[in-house]
């Protein structure tokens, strides 16, 4: 298994930004794929970015294309979501979330993640 530790969440006014990070101990990093989420009150929960096992492929909710940068460093077994030109319909609670994935290059599609962090609060005001 994988224990997975959000951090870096907060509040910040529209149009500012936030790193988020994902800090993983357990097993081997770098055998998952990685994946951020996020909920609202009241809202499912959204698929917000997911990166492959070597960090080389990335893919984004529409919601946040252009906007928001997931990376993985393997040797520092963290991942992180650079999120810029916050609104404040991105405030919601994130999740970090691991998929264990057999292929280095290949995305992991959203309902592949099994494994999930306690979260962080963002919070934009306008």
């Known amino acids: 298994q994988v224990q997975l530790v959000e951090s870096g969440g907060g509040l910040v006014q529209a149009g500012g930004s936030l790193r988020l990070s994902c800090a993983a101990s357990?097993?081997?990093?770098?055998?998952?794929?990685m994946g951020w989420f996020r909920q609202a009150p009241g809202k499912e929960r959204e698929f917000v970015a997911g990166?492959?096992?070597?960090?080389?492929?990335?893919y984004y909710g529409d919601s946040v294309k252009g906007r928001f940068t997931i990376s993985k460093d393997n040797a520092k077994n963290t991942v992180y979501l650079q999120t810029n030109t916050l609104k404040p319909e991105d405030t919601a609670v994130y999740y970090c979330?691991?998929?264990?994935?057999?292929?280095?290059?290949?995305?992991?599609?959203?309902?592949?993640?099994?494994?999930w962090g306690q979260g962080t609060q963002v919070t934009v005001s306008s």
């Open positions: 979330a691991a998929a264990e994935s057999t292929s280095y290059h290949t995305i992991v599609p959203p309902q592949r993640y099994n494994y």
């Open positions: 357990g097993r081997t990093f770098s055998s998952y794929a």
């Open positions: 990166i492959s096992r070597n960090g080389g492929n990335a």
